[in-house]
């Protein structure tokens, strides 16, 4: 599931660098919702939404006809790496972001994985699918989203559910 998120590109970027001693999120703000859809509702509900809040805790959601709309799991992460994609997304141009960023691709189509990234700034959201747009790991503002999502599917991910 999350070597999805990182459907990379050719485009140029800006490096990833530590933003811990930029001004943090609100702790109980949404700072990010991730979703992986596509392929995962094969044999039942094993699609999946994190929900992130500026503390680092989050909830766990499983996606698909049948799933319950109460998160399956809660837990927490570091609250640095919330902070590292609020700061990134904060300074960053999102609108030119998503100009300068190369198509992307239908990974679900063929039994893939899309991902979807909503970032949350002091009220102002902005989404990127993988469908539209690659998430080029080159670019700061993927990189700390997949830095985060590796650390949110460590410490929680879906069990296989079927039909």
């Known amino acids: 599931m999350l070597a999805l998120i990182v459907a990379g590109s050719a485009c140029g970027g800006t490096a990833a660098t530590s933003t811990t001693n930029a001004a943090r999120p609100p702790a109980d703000a949404t700072v990010a919702v991730v979703e992986f859809t ?16 500026g503390d680092g805790s ?4 499983r996606l698909g006809m049948g799933a ?41 189509c063929v039994d893939g994985i899309d991902t979807s990234l909503t970032v949350v700034v002091e009220g102002a959201t902005s989404s990127f699918s993988s469908i539209e747009v690659s998430f080029d790991l080159e670019e700061s503002l993927f990189a700390a989203a ?7 599917t460590a410490a929680a991910d879906l069990p296989f559910a079927t039909g």
């Open 58 to 61: 989050f909830d766990l959601f």
């Open 38 to 53: 596509g392929g995962c509702f094969m044999g039942g509900p094993n699609c999946s939404r994190y929900e992130v809040r």
């Open 68 to 108: 319950a709309t109460a998160p399956e799991v809660t837990g927490r992460i570091d609250p640095d790496l919330v902070a590292d994609l609020y700061a990134i997304a904060a300074a960053t141009d999102l609108e030119a972001l998503r100009r300068r960023l190369a198509p992307g691709q239908c990974w679900g």
């Open 146 to 152: 997949d830095r985060m999502m590796k650390a949110l």
